[in-house]
């Protein structure tokens, strides 16, 4: 097919929607009713969940059938305790191997994966496995939390849902994320940050055909949570200063840093302890066992470690921690975490972040000024998730809702947004990405409005171009001279053909002229360049944006385009190639790059009063001429 023309030789350009702010269409209206159903079923999802881990927590550490909540650090087994997050993990274990690998990990990366890799498609026995799986691992003593598995299982159902509907991968990943926001929202009552970590760590867009869905999925999940779990906040506090003053700010910096730090260690001794499982001559299948041996053993030395740890969460932002419960969950807690997520069994990391990080401000509090009950606690519980996991609007609102102590406001940016800082500067990774990094793939994080938005094909175009006369006689062609251009030699793939008023009446490309060449002078049959135009060639108009120009080149596999404004089909004006946009990219480059003063100040010489303009000239001097 010659490039520049369209298939058929005609057609012209699709009507396309008129520009404005966003690029939502009427598809938004049925995505959110999806979303709204997928809310409710997320719901009684986590509800399912949450039962199923007390279900396997009263039958592994107290032997009896019940779906009331219970601590494992509360039994009786003494030394045997070892045993019961082994027998868990090797039930995992043969799960992972003979049901469906997807449900080792903890459940993030995953979702991410299946989003930017596999179409947004999970397996219908992921969404079965993945709680099951969690719930004996969490039920079993394993230090995790019940979020992730929840998002993971949500977005299953959702993609299950979505991919029963003839509907894009796009929309199945609005889905997707719809049901694991709901399932976070559902499991913390925290609509707000659950659509918040939607946006920062699973749809890599912000747009309203994924925003809506997916907030209306989070907010229908919160509603029935009041009448399945109960209503929040999960973690309420008493009403904290609304001004710690400057001095209590600069600490909050501190305790930023503080939790970059640790949420660095964390990160680097999960993937240690992963490396070191890879190392082992053993199938992975026997590896969350050995991870298990050492949680049981932590569970011997320090039984509050054992499980998700919400009640010692409630005991350090209550500000009622000893320092054994504090220097417990900084060692203990954080070690068989790191070795038992590192073997690759099944369970979330939320919970766990926020514990180690409530610890971390345990310890701050006992240097730091009082400015309340459990006011460290909280800013290293939303400081870690910003630096760990690099959410860091995610943190702080997810604090918020699960405390609703909004004076705390100021102290959770400060703190949030330090240690965010602090991991972007000295990690390449987050927890969560670098499973997938490590799987060969990479994610960006950053959101930024493509240069393609807003620049337009009139800034890009070339108008210095050759176009050939429609009465062209093609024994002409035989002379390459002729239709060179100033850089000599056929630099141009694509020539738009005039009439003798210089209206366009097609394209011609540079492989058709060289075909007509060398039969152009015996054959009379063929005689002007009209006679073999390619008529209503697919065209560009100036105001384009140039995303709409790539995907038209994109869809069509045509790489040049005649530009024409829209009032005047028939008048050149440019022409626009596809090493055109890489004009744009270098701009955007440039932008990002490229240092210089703007502003320059002058001073005027010793013993000159006069003031001097932005110019150099005297300031009296520049009124003059101004009046004048």
């Not at 039994?75 to 045997?80: E, K, P, V």
Request: hydrophobic content about 50%; charged content about 15%.
């Amino acid at each position: 097919m010659p490039i520049g023309v369209s298939p058929d030789r005609g057609g012209g350009v699709t009507a396309e929607q008129p520009l404005g702010d966003f690029t939502a269409t009427r598809r938004i209206v049925m995505l959110s009713a999806i979303a709204v159903v997928l809310g409710a079923v997320s719901a009684f999802l986590a509800l399912i969940l949450l039962r199923m881990i007390a279900f396997f927590t009263n039958l592994f550490f107290f032997g009896r059938l019940s779906t009331s909540a219970v601590s494992p650090a509360d039994n009786n087994l003494g030394a045997f305790v070892i045993l019961i997050p082994i027998i868990g993990a090797l039930i995992i274990g043969m799960m992972a191997r003979f049901g469906s690998e997807r449900i080792r990990g903890h459940g993030i990366p995953e979702a991410i994966e299946a989003i930017l890799i596999g179409g947004s498609r999970i397996q219908p026995r992921v969404a079965v496995l993945k709680p099951l799986s969690s719930a004996i691992s969490i039920g079993s003593g394993g230090p995790f939390g019940a979020e992730g598995p929840i998002i993971m299982t949500g977005g299953a159902f959702g993609s299950l849902v979505a991919q029963f509907f003839n509907l894009t991968s796009a929309e199945r990943k609005t889905l997707l994320v719809a049901g694991a926001a709901a399932g976070m929202s559902a499991t913390f009552a925290s609509p707000v940050a659950a659509v918040l970590l939607a946006v920062e760590l699973l749809l890599f867009e912000w747009k309203p055909r994924s925003l809506v869905p997916v907030a209306l999925a989070s907010a229908t999940a919160v509603i029935l949570r009041r009448y399945l779990l109960g209503m929040g906040p999960l973690f309420p506090t008493p009403i904290h200063e609304a001004y710690i003053g400057p001095w209590g700010l600069i600490l909050c910096v501190v305790a930023g840093l503080l939790a970059g730090g640790l949420s660095a260690l964390l990160t680097a001794m999960v993937y240690a302890a992963e490396d070191a499982f890879h190392r082992l001559p053993i199938h992975w299948m026997w590896w969350p066992a050995i991870g298990g041996l050492v949680v049981g053993v932590g569970g011997l030395i320090f039984p509050e470690a054992l499980g998700v740890g919400y009640d010692v969460i409630e005991t350090l932002i209550s500000g009622k921690a000893t320092n054994t419960l504090i220097l417990g969950v900084l060692l203990v807690k954080s070690t068989i975490w790191a070795v038992s997520l590192g073997s690759g069994t099944s369970g979330g990391v939320l919970a766990p972040l926020l514990m180690m990080g409530g610890a971390l401000g345990g310890l701050e509090a006992l240097v730091f000024p009082n400015h309340g009950p459990g006011f460290w606690p909280i800013i290293g519980m939303a400081a870690i998730l910003g630096g760990t996991m690099r959410a860091p609007l995610t943190g702080i609102v997810f604090t918020l809702e699960l405390t609703h102590d909004v004076n705390l406001l100021l102290p959770l940016l400060c703190a949030t947004a330090v240690a965010h800082g602090f991991t972007v500067l000295i990690m390449r990774r987050s927890i969560l990405t670098e499973k997938i990094d490590r799987r060969g793939f990479h994610v960006s994080r950053e959101y930024a409005v493509d240069p393609l938005e807003v620049l337009f094909v009139r800034d890009v175009m070339r108008t210095e171009i050759v176009a050939l006369p429609a009465e062209m006689p093609l024994d002409t062609v035989l002379e390459p001279q002729r239709i060179r251009d100033e850089r000599g030699g056929f630099g141009q793939g694509l020539y738009p053909v005039l009439d003798d008023h210089e209206r366009l009446v097609g394209v011609v490309t540079r492989s058709d002229l060289r075909g007509i060449v060398p039969s152009a002078s015996g054959n009379g049959h063929v005689r002007t360049l009209k006679e073999i135009v390619y008529e209503h060639p697919l065209v560009a108009f100036p105001d384009e944006p140039l995303r709409r120009v790539i995907e038209r080149m994109a869809t069509t596999g045509l790489t040049r385009f005649p530009v024409v404004p829209r009032d005047q089909p028939d008048k050149l004006v440019g022409m626009i190639t596809l090493a055109d946009f890489l004009r744009a990219r270098q701009r955007s480059l440039e932008e990002e790059r490229t240092r210089e003063r703007v502003l320059t100040i002058r001073f005027p010489a010793r013993g000159d009063d006069r003031l001097l303009s932005s110019n150099g000239t005297s300031a009296a001097a520049a009124a003059k001429s101004r009046n004048r």
